[in-house]
């Protein structure tokens, strides 16, 4: 039957109300199908046919894809000829040629590659055009005149062009601004008739969490966009307004702006566009309220909208996203299931009674999906109400076979600015992830017969999916509901992170309202010690304050005198043989409780720290996640470590004093951990956020963890001297000011201390950067918390070509600048009350501006509540400078100039402190020799230099960032270094490195048993290194980054002996230092004379106590191993120095001693684009510096 004729037959069906059958619906979309291939390929131009050639070549080579995205991707990031050219060497070097490339390409790449270092200069601006002009198909000038005479064209094809504005991540709000005005003029254009408009696009500061406000500051703006749009309509040529949507979170706060805008008296006539993806289950549910809305507003007098249905084009990101969240992906599993949904959904749409309400545009170049719809189109005689559309560019040929039959065609026609070619590189990887994917039918498409394997292969796929729409799921998989009980991690079950809440979920958005207004408006609250199992008020009484209303005092808490933690420090010490003695599956299991009562009162604890600490809501919802993390992860590590064979005995009492910044997870994470190695522990709560505190020791006992084991002591810092002091505490836990360790290292040398200190953490930005994505994680890194997280970066340092950028500046201020500041209880703002008014160092830098110094961005106190301070950025601050050299703990950016990449490490390797470290670069190169010349714990890659999550991240710095012995909160080895250990020596015996074997055949004057026993512990040493210390672990593996935990050599170590030869305890522990790889210095006492020559195995010198200090304030090493107890000269000498000492008995097992010579690595990188991972699949690995 001749096409017309079929469809007329159809149409005719429907007119006598005959019903199609699933199988009819199959067969005549089949017949369509044959008729649009076959006229797509009559169609076809040499020019169409050879661009499909190309991308079928393109199909069979992962890595010419690699190297064409990641090409695409880079080329327009820096001005600088030489590092354009650069890039493409590289990517040469490290993918080869793209296969698909034809002989003239190839060529061209080979005298690129060939003459790039000589001829930079033209060779840039010559492949920046090759580029642009192989995507200029898909992606249009934005030039007006350019873009009128394309439009013109396609106008006299009689094709209208749907307009998408690609321009820059719109960060703040002059940007959004712009964009809104740049709607207006595309719409006062006569020859535009349809825009597509991005929420996002047009409010910087859209927010979940704040999604009322978000929604009325939406809302404002559209009305302005709709009221442009019916002022430039005619009847003959009316203005559409498409609401685009790309994400999950997008789909209920665009439909919410979109229906209530539209619901407005004013704007009942006009006629909107809204997009529904089919690969959301949601999308089913949601057609259905916008088709009921619809109706409602047509019986009203209003205007038909219009309805665009896509399958999905932000799969990867969503997957990517998902995983880094913890979340369930929100997109059905299978391909299969989103063409089902499809159909259902275009089935809905093409009703009578719904058609007539929702206009539809069905969005496929699929042919089987376009035949499908012109069959149900027929058959409910919706005639132009169901149009088509189509990407421009992808498909000419296909679009002139389907004008033939159906004229009411759209192309999408993404527009963009030549000077903001970058703002589409994500437009275009998500159109290159289309046609690539193996189940996606334009990947199958090219060269396509009827009848041939892919024909079939997708005829087949068709049909099933047509008898499915029926029986396919419309369940949301993101069932989150903090309504409902919460579920827990199984015991026996792996650790897995805790997900955070997803507030673009209703009930949970309800579910925080509520613990808020609780809190907010509670009673004043009474806060008591609890210690030798009992409550008592204490010898005084504080006053606890809100940050948000410093003027208020919502609760009042007891401190103790030094009487009453003198009797604390008994109780623990008397408790303390029952409680070590309990078995490790108990303890462990206790801490599995307290992860469920954490569980069950999250939103208390929220509500808790929004008023304790003046967190926004959100980042105290993280901290409830990172205190979950730390009683699971702890849980299951020390009985791993358990069942190794390790044996750990706990040093007593443990005195934990955390901070006021993290007042739940800190406390939880330092105690929980001394609790489940069997101290008992004394939780010291920072005197500014006792309330919070309080609530973690209730949930422990709540638990099962006895009050006089964990008990809650506030007091003042004199009071707490003498839980310091000699006959204090055996460990204590601080996180805290670098000169508050040091304050406890002079207080009592001996102190096993485990500090985690201050940080001056930098952010660098590299030429090579994505320049959106750096100031979005500059926001993330600097000011969340108002900067007062340990990690904050407040030093960003530029290499000179972003310095030197204004428009980066200028992007950069607006996005400081559009920050919402203000209290706490108000979920929009972003910039929250500081836990003090500004002083001493903060104080200095907002108020004093040193040589050379402007501000880009003025901080201003708020006159109302002097805790607010405005986000500042400062530039112009000289390396050496205050602004660089001090750590501020506030919302305070400092910049400085950078040479390059080199100088740029220079600088941030200058300051004091090694916490955290970030880098922006998208050159491989470049972060190779950033994580290898970093001096910093945690350091990050193309994401925030803040957030780090147990297991994934775990947390430590290098140098004054950290006292003790080093092992990162959350990591594998924070429980090992608490107490004291000794672990099994191996019964089988491996191949030991050639230097430790050399090493121990100098050993001759050793006895037979004690060289048994060392070779033992040397294999023992290389079974920790080939299983632990040797390799890179990422145990989290979570999609799109890559989070590394690695150990690195420390710089120096040094061996003292002491008063008595051990030459078997100094063997071994010299076999840990040499297998460690870190360079080792052997002090000797006159008289103890070394038993062999150390020459070629490290430094040794016969040196007296006073020549071996005086070696030791010159040039302290990182590390100082002593043999027998050290005293405390040597203590305090090296603690004035940064060296932390190790005088415990030399272990026989690797695990433990080598732990000495080694520094914990943490590395998190970003490893997608736009959640494209072909180029590290291709690479394979994340970039490493070993």
Same mark, same amino acid.
């Given at each position: ?77 820096? *001005? ?32 690129? *590659? ?158 909107? +566009? ?90 496929? *170049? ?177 006053? +606890? ?338 602004? *660089? ?302």
């Amino acid at each position: 039957m001749e096409v017309r004729g079929l469809l007329d037959h159809i149409q005719r069906q429907g007119q006598n109300g005959n019903e199609l059958s699933a199988e009819q619906y199959v067969s005549f979309s089949e017949e369509l199908a044959v008729y649009l291939l076959q006229a797509a390929a009559s169609e076809t131009s040499p020019d169409d046919k050879e661009r499909a050639e190309r991308l079928s070549r393109m199909m069979g080579d992962k890595a010419g894809q690699a190297f064409t995205t990641a090409l695409t991707d880079r080329i327009c990031r820096s *001005h600088d000829p030489a590092k354009v050219v650069g890039q493409a060497r590289s990517l040469l070097d490290q993918l080869g040629t793209p296969a698909y490339f034809g002989p003239l390409d190839r060529l061209q790449l080979g005298a690129l *590659h060939q003459l790039g270092g000589v001829l930079p200069s033209w060779l840039a601006p010559a492949m920046m055009h090759r580029i642009r002009s192989e995507t200029r198909p898909f992606v249009l000038p934005a030039n007006p005149a350019a873009l009128a005479k394309h439009l013109a064209v396609r106008r006299r094809e009689g094709v209208r062009i749907n307009v998408n504005h690609l321009g820059e991540a719109v960060l703040g709000e002059t940007e959004a601004m712009a964009r809104g005005e740049n709607y207006l003029d595309l719409l006062a254009r006569p020859d535009i008739d349809t825009i597509s408009v991005k929420l996002s696009a047009i409010y910087s500061q859209i927010d979940p969490l704040s999604y009322d406000h978000s929604c009325d500051q939406l809302a404002k703006r559209l009305r302005v966009i709709y009221q442009a749009a019916m002022k430039h309509a005619t009847p003959e040529a009316p203005k559409l307004v498409y609401l685009d949507m790309e994400a999950f979170r997008d789909l209920e706060i665009t439909l919410e702006v979109c229906t209530h805008v539209l619901s407005e008296p004013e704007f009942l006539s006009y006629s909107g +566009g809204v997009v529904l993806q089919a690969y959301l289950p949601d999308s089913w549910h949601a057609q259905q309220r916008l088709t009921n809305w619809a109706l409602h507003r047509c019986s009203q007098g209003g205007a038909p909208i219009r309805l665009r249905l896509v399958k999905g084009a932000n799969l990867a990101m969503e997957r990517v996203e998902s995983a880094t969240r913890g979340w369930p992906c929100p997109i059905y599993g299978s391909k299969a299931e989103v063409d089902a949904n499809f159909k259902r959904m275009l089935a809905y749409a093409v009703e009578p009674e719904h058609i007539s309400a929702v206009r539809i545009g069905v969005a496929s *170049h699929n042919i089987f999906e376009i035949a499908h719809a012109l069959v149900r189109r027929s058959h409910s005689g919706a005639g132009a109400q169901v149009g088509f559309e189509l990407l421009e560019g992808m498909a000419d040929p296909l679009r002139k076979a389907l004008g033939n039959l159906a004229p009411e065609i759209l192309l999408y026609g993404p527009t963009v600015d030549e000077a903001e070619f970058h703002s589409a590189i994500a437009y275009l990887v998500r159109r290159l992830d289309e046609n690539t994917s193996d189940d996606n039918f334009l990947r199958q498409s090219f060269d396509m017969c009827v009848g041939d394997d892919a024909w079939l292969t997708q005829k087949q796929l068709f049909a099933q999916s047509v008898h499915d729409q029926h029986d396919v799921g419309a369940d949301t998989l993101r069932t989150q509901d903090r309504f409902a009980p919460a579920s827990h991690l199984p015991p026996e079950a792996p650790f897995e992170n805790e997900a955070d809440t997803d507030f673009s979920l209703a009930p949970n958005r309800r579910w925080l309202n509520a613990a808020l207004a609780r809190w907010h408006d509670g009673p004043l609250r009474t806060v008591l010690p609890r210690f030798a199992g009992q409550e008592c008020v204490g010898s005084d009484m504080a006053d +606890g304050y809100d940050p948000s209303r410093p003027l208020e005092t919502p609760y009042q808490y007891g401190l103790l005198n030094r009487a009453e933690l003198s009797c604390a420090l008994e109780c623990s010490r008397k408790v303390f043989p029952d409680w070590s003695a309990r078995s490790p599956e108990y303890r462990a299991e206790l801490l599995t409780r307290v992860a469920r009562g954490l569980r069950k009162q999250r939103a208390d604890l929220i509500g808790a720290m929004v008023l304790d600490a003046g967190k926004r809501a959100d980042e105290a919802d993280a901290e409830v996640s990172e205190a979950i993390d730390f009683a699971e992860y702890y849980s299951r590590n020390y009985l791993d470590h358990v069942e190794s064979g390790l044996q750990l005995t706990p040093r007593g009492v443990a005195v934990v004093t955390p901070p006021w910044n993290f007042p739940l997870a800190i406390p939880l994470g330092g105690a929980l951990a001394a609790l489940v190695t069997g101290h008992t522990v004394l939780l010291k709560p920072a005197p500014e956020t006792v309330l919070t505190a309080s609530l973690a020791a209730k949930i422990c006992w709540d638990a099962g963890i006895p009050d006089e084991v964990l008990q809650f002591v506030p007091c003042d810092d004199v009071a707490a001297s003498c839980l310091i002091e000699r006959g204090g505490g055996d460990v204590v836990i601080l996180t805290g000011a670098t000169s508050t360790a040091r304050l406890f290292q002079r207080l009592r040398p001996d102190l096993h201390l485990m500090a985690e200190t201050g940080g001056k953490n930098c952010l660098i930005v590299s030429a090579m950067a994505d320049r959106d994505l750096a100031i979005h994680d500059i926001l993330a890194s600097a000011y969340s918390h108002s900067g007062q997280k340990c990690s904050a970066a407040s030093l960003l340092i530029c290499e000179a070509e972003i310095y030197d950028d204004p428009h980066f500046w200028q992007s950069l201020g607006d996005a400081i600048t559009s920050l919402p500041v203000g209290s706490a209880w108000q979920k929009k703002n972003r910039i929250t009350p500081l836990i003090h008014p500004p002083s001493g160092a903060l104080r200095r830098a907002i108020s004093i501006v040193e040589d050379n110094e402007v501000w880009l961005v003025t901080p201003k106190q708020d006159h109302t509540n002097p805790h607010l301070l405005c986000p500042g950025l400062k530039l112009g601050v000289s390396p050496g400078s205050f602004s *660089h050299q001090t750590e501020l703990f506030g919302p305070v950016l400092s910049a400085l100039r950078a040479d390059d990449l080199d100088h740029a490490l220079q600088i941030a390797n200058a300051t004091p402190y090694g916490l955290t470290a970030g880098l922006q670069s998208l050159d491989e190169g470049e972060q190779r020799q950033f994580l290898k010349t970093m001096t910093a714990g945690n350091l990050y890659v193309n994401r925030p230099t803040t957030g780090a999550i147990v297991q994934r991240q775990p947390f430590g710095g290098h140098k004054r960032s950290s006292v003790g012995p080093g092992a990162k909160a959350g990591g594998p080895n924070y429980l090992l270094q608490i107490g004291r250990g000794e672990g099994p020596l191996p019964t089988s015996t491996v191949k030991l490195s050639a230097t430790v074997t050399s090493f121990l055949m100098t050993l001759a004057d050793l006895s037979t048993k004690s060289m048994c026993w060392l070779r033992l512990c040397a294999t023992s040493d290389e079974e920790h290194f080939n299983s632990q210390f040797g390799r890179i672990h990422d145990p989290s593996a979570v999609l799109g980054q890559s989070n590394e935990l690695s150990y690195r050599p420390a710089t120096d170590s040094w061996v003292r002996l002491m008063s008595r030869p051990a030459p078997p305890q100094l063997a071994r522990t010299w076999c840990a230092g040499l297998r460690a790889g870190t360079k080792l210095r052997l002090s000797i006492p006159p008289g103890l004379e070394p038993m062999m020559d150390w020459s070629a195995y490290g430094d040794a010198f016969v040196e007296t106590a006073d020549e071996f200090l005086d070696m030791l304030r010159a040039q302290p090493p990182e590390r100082l191993r002593c043999l027998e107890t050290a005293d405390e000269t040597i203590l305090r000498v090296a603690a004035d120095g940064g060296c932390h000492v190790n005088a415990q008995p030399v272990a026989e097992s690797g695990r433990l001693e080598m732990l000495h010579y080694l520094r914990e690595q943490a590395v998190s990188s970003t490893i997608h684009r736009y959640g494209n991972l072909s180029l590290h699949d291709r690479l394979g690995a994340s970039p490493s510096p070993q």
